[in-house]
């Protein structure tokens, strides 16, 4: 998607109007109805369109305005026309129009500041990604056709020094959603480790650890799961180097199971495809690498990702096998199937013993309870650290992503404990399964402040209600993130 930020709207293809609640003109609309002897007010008034936000009215070819097509975008109560209200008036515009054969929008942000300007391209852009990597059939009647975004601004070079602030965080989310969309006989662990790798371009430090590094450093929770693919397990070390030198880093830890079929502990067959996104953890992890080096963020981090495929083979783990961990904790595996947590197990406590982090935050997509627990529109956060936790909290509702804090109550414990081993992989039954889940990743963390989150109501999306979020992969927690560590954590 090409973005321009241009001095005047004559000439647009397609002009987005910005109308608030009331059906009150933002910026030149009242100007524009005027040119049109009053007929985008008319249009309005013949309608239910009364500037709601996410709403859209199109209106084709008015007469006077130097515009083939006007669309008037709803963008809320004028009161709160906040960051997030301006993003989404212009994914609103963008998803009204995208399939019209028009090649360019323009988006009147005439009345927007220059941040403001920036964020509906910003919004726009969002708003535009498909991955259509592999449609090779596809109709142009159902393909989007716009390819230019324009803004118009009254200081264009000030907006665009805005946008190229907020381009990198973009383009992180669009290498996020890319790498959770890929189908997993292309994104398998050494694949992704490879898009990993080629992000030295942009600065990062990448070390790449195959099974000879892990089985020697002993990674052994890891490597029983990915044992049965004939796929090679592989953990990706990301490091940005922003902050000042000896600073202590932050870190960042990933699930990468590029498939999961539960092993030995079989999933059902219905619904066993989505498992490709079981790596999103992983992918928003890389993402926000990719964000921090891409904006120059002046922080020391550190990614990590496991990178790994849980396949049901001869040599797969088995129910009721006892692994040593990295940490050098046994660990009863009494369901194949709760197998992230055994990969961040043994890179949550080589992240912190290798790196001596200030703090460690886990993502992963790590159970289904999460989902009973919360529905498909928040991730849970689990922490030992009231300071990082709202942190996180704080930056989520910022960017337009919903979180909520969870318990992790000692008294749960029990529920991991067993008398074959220090402790197993699942807790007793279905209660509570993602504080148990969060309750065994914390005995790998060694005391250091840590969060978990748990994405797997978040990572991918069927019914999107945001129109900057289209369905399918959402990269859920780049911004996120790269908002905290901007917020919170930059020198």
Not at 196 to 218: D, I, Q, R
Not at 287 to 316: C, F, Q, S, T, Y
């Amino acid at each position: 998607m090409k973005i321009e930020f241009v001095a005047s709207a004559s000439g647009a293809e397609v002009l987005a109007v910005l109308v608030h609640e009331g059906r009150a003109f933002h910026g030149a609309g009242a100007q524009h109805d005027t040119a049109a002897s009053g007929a985008l007010t008319r249009a309005m008034n013949g309608g239910r369109f009364t500037g709601g936000s996410k709403s859209t009215l199109v209106v084709p070819a008015p007469t006077g305005v130097d515009a083939g097509t006007v669309v008037l975008t709803g963008a809320g109560e004028a009161g709160k026309f906040d960051d997030l209200a301006v993003e989404a008036a212009a994914g609103a515009a963008y998803q009204a129009v995208k399939l019209s054969g028009a090649t360019s929008l323009t988006i009147d942000g005439s009345g927007l500041t220059a941040d403001q300007a920036a964020r509906a391209a910003f919004g726009a852009r969002l708003a535009a990604y498909r991955f259509l990597k592999y449609r090779t059939t596809l109709k142009p009647e159902k393909t989007p056709s716009i390819e230019t975004i324009k803004v118009v601004a009254a200081d264009p070079k000030a907006a665009q020094a805005a946008y190229d602030k907020l381009a990198p965080v973009a383009a992180a989310v669009e290498f996020s959603r890319d790498l959770v969309s890929e189908p997993a006989n292309i994104l398998y662990p050494e694949e992704f480790a490879n898009r990993v790798k080629a992000l030295e371009k942009l600065g990062l430090e990448v070390e790449v650890l195959g099974e000879k590094e892990l089985e020697k450093l002993g990674f052994r929770t890891l490597l029983a799961v990915g044992q049965g693919s004939r796929r090679e397990s592989k953990v990706a070390i990301m490091k940005w180097n922003g902050g000042a030198k000896g600073d202590q880093p932050i870190a960042f830890v990933g699930k990468g199971v590029t498939f999961d079929t539960g092993g030995i502990s079989i999933k059902p067959s219905d619904g066993m495809e989505e498992m490709k996104w079981d790596m999103g953890g992983a992918a928003a992890v890389s993402g926000l690498m990719h964000a921090l080096a891409g904006r120059k963020a002046r922080v020391n981090a550190i990614g990590v990702i496991g990178l790994v495929e849980n396949m049901p083979d001869g040599n797969a783990q088995r129910p009721g096998d006892v692994v040593m961990s990295l940490s050098g904790q046994s660990v009863e595996v009494l369901n194949t199937d709760a197998e992230g947590r055994l990969v961040l197990a043994d890179c949550l406590w080589y992240t912190q013993e290798r790196f001596k982090p200030k703090f460690m935050l886990d993502l992963a997509t790590l159970t289904g309870a999460m989902i009973v627990a919360l529905g498909l529109e928040y991730a849970g956060v689990f922490s030992n650290s009231d300071e990082l936790a709202n942190n996180f909290l704080a930056a989520a509702p910022k960017v337009g992503e919903n979180a909520w804090r969870m318990p992790i109550p000692a008294a749960y414990e029990r529920h991991i404990d067993t008398p074959i081993a220090d402790v197993k992989n699942t807790g007793n039954g279905r209660a509570g399964g993602s504080i148990t889940a969060a309750l065994f990743l914390q005995r790998f963390t060694n005391g250091v402040p840590w969060a978990h989150i748990d994405i797997a109501p978040t990572a991918w999306v069927k019914d999107s209600q945001s129109p900057t979020v289209p369905d399918g992969a959402v990269g859920w927690g780049v911004r996120t993130l790269d908002r905290m560590v901007a917020d919170s954590y930059e020198s």
